[in-house]
C-alpha cells in the first residue's frame, strides 16, 4: 500500500503560480510512476502529467504542455507539480496518483491522494 496526501492548493490570480506537492508513505514510492490529475465540478478527472519511477520520462496534456512541470525527489517520497501562468481554466481538485507504470488513465490507477483544490480567479 501506498499512502499519497496532496498540499499546495490555493487562490491565485490568472497568471500567477503555485506548486502542488504530493508525500507518500508506506511501500517503496521510487518503484512507482506518479501522475497528477484534475477534476472541475461536473467534469470527468482528467490526466495533467505523469512521470516515470526514475524521473528519467514525463509526460504532459496539451493544455498544461509549457506552463506546468513535473519532477520527484524520492529521497524525500515526494512529487512536486510546478504551475505556472495559470489560467481560470486550470480551476479543479488536483490528486496525485501512482501505479507501476505511466498511464494517462486514472482508472488504471491503483493509489490517489484525497485531492488539493486550485481555484484560478480571472
Known amino acids: 500500500q501506498v499512502q499519497l496526501v496532496e498540499s499546495g492548493g490555493g487562490l491565485v490570480q490568472a497568471g500567477g503560480s503555485l506548486r502542488l506537492s504530493c508525500v507518500a508513505s508506506?511501500?517503496?514510492?521510487?518503484?512507482?510512476?506518479v501522475a497528477w490529475f484534475r477534476q472541475a465540478p461536473g467534469k470527468a478527472r482528467e490526466f495533467v502529467s505523469a512521470?516515470?519511477?526514475?524521473?528519467?520520462?514525463?509526460y504532459y496534456d496539451d493544455s498544461v504542455k509549457g506552463r506546468f512541470t513535473i519532477s520527484r525527489d524520492n529521497a524525500k517520497d515526494t512529487v512536486y507539480l510546478q504551475m505556472d501562468n495559470l489560467k481560470p481554466e486550470d480551476t479543479a481538485v488536483y490528486f496525485c496518483a501512482a501505479r507501476f507504470g505511466v498511464e494517462s488513465d486514472p482508472a488504471k490507477y491503483d493509489y490517489w491522494g484525497p485531492g488539493t483544490q486550485v481555484t484560478v480567479s480571472s
Open positions: 512521470m516515470t519511477w526514475s524521473g528519467y520520462y514525463t
Open positions: 508506506g511501500r517503496t514510492f521510487s518503484a512507482y510512476a
